[in-house]
């Protein structure tokens, strides 16, 4: 079945470092990808998501790129913040089929 | 306005027990969901509720009964709750099912459940 692995946490950065959280997934077509974050105390919000092949989503200063290829979907910021700590969550989706989401990553942003 | 909402924020109970989570959205969505969320962070989906139509069913315990009185409102009700239920419960909807014309889901802020 489809299934969606993310890196194992927890990642802690100082702020203003790169960030890159990888996520890979399996998948019978061709899916939708997203990646979701939780703040502490919230519930999941949707960061950014691609629905085909070399599709790029972006908000907030994260992207990350549909590679069919690798089937990957990694999340990337060039410089990150403390307020950009939560876990985050990467998530497929596929025509007639629920959401499947990855374990989490809990990131860390010391100042 | 919150979109999706969900009561209680926290559950605190005794095994054996049966208790109600309420979910309610806003957003004209057709399709409800629920999560639950493991000690790990891991979302395991539990149900879906398309326009009062139950449609997903992943194999949860058949303590777990959802109850959907309109299609703003899918309320999770367990009975004889067991330790192992404790978790964090998410609730969430999109316009139509996940995955049909690729769907956002838009999430609650979740119910803490602990059963002592």
């Known amino acids: 079945g489809d299934s969606v692995t993310q890196m194992e946490g927890p990642v802690t950065l100082s702020e203003e470092a790169f960030l890159t959280i990888n996520c890979t997934y399996t998948?019978?077509?061709?899916?939708?990808l997203f990646w979701y974050v939780q703040y502490p105390g919230e519930g999941l919000q949707l960061l950014l998501k691609a629905t085909k092949a070399d599709d790029k989503g972006s908000n907030k200063g994260f992207e990350a790129t549909y590679r069919k290829e690798t089937t990957s979907f990694h999340l990337e910021k060039g410089s990150v913040q403390v307020s950009d700590s939560a876990v985050y969550f990467c998530?497929?989706?596929?025509?007639?089929?629920?959401?499947?989401f990855g374990a989490g990553t809990r990131l860390t942003v010391k100042p | 306005d919150t979109a999706v909402s969900q009561t209680p924020k926290y559950l605190v109970t005794q095994m054996g027990n049966d208790k109600s989570i309420k979910c309610e959205q806003n957003?004209?969505?057709?399709?409800m969901y629920w999560y639950k969320q493991d000690s790990k962070k891991f979302l395991k989906i539990m149900f879906s509720?398309?326009?009062?139509?139950?449609?997903i069913n992943e194999t949860v315990p058949n303590r777990f009964s959802p109850k959907s009185p309109d299609k703003a409102h899918l309320n999770l009700h367990i009975n004889s709750l067991e330790l192992g239920d404790s978790a964090v419960y998410f609730c969430?909807?999109?316009?139509?099912?996940?995955?049909?014309?690729?769907?956002?889901?838009?999430f609650g802020p979740g119910t803490r459940l602990l059963v002592l």
């Open positions: 969430a909807s999109s316009q139509r099912l996940a995955g049909v014309g690729q769907e956002t889901q838009y």
């Open positions: 998530a497929l989706s596929e025509d007639n089929n629920d959401m499947r």
């Open positions: 957003l004209g969505h057709d399709t």
């Open positions: 998948a019978t077509g061709y899916p939708s």
């Open positions: 509720y398309n326009n009062k139509e139950l449609i």
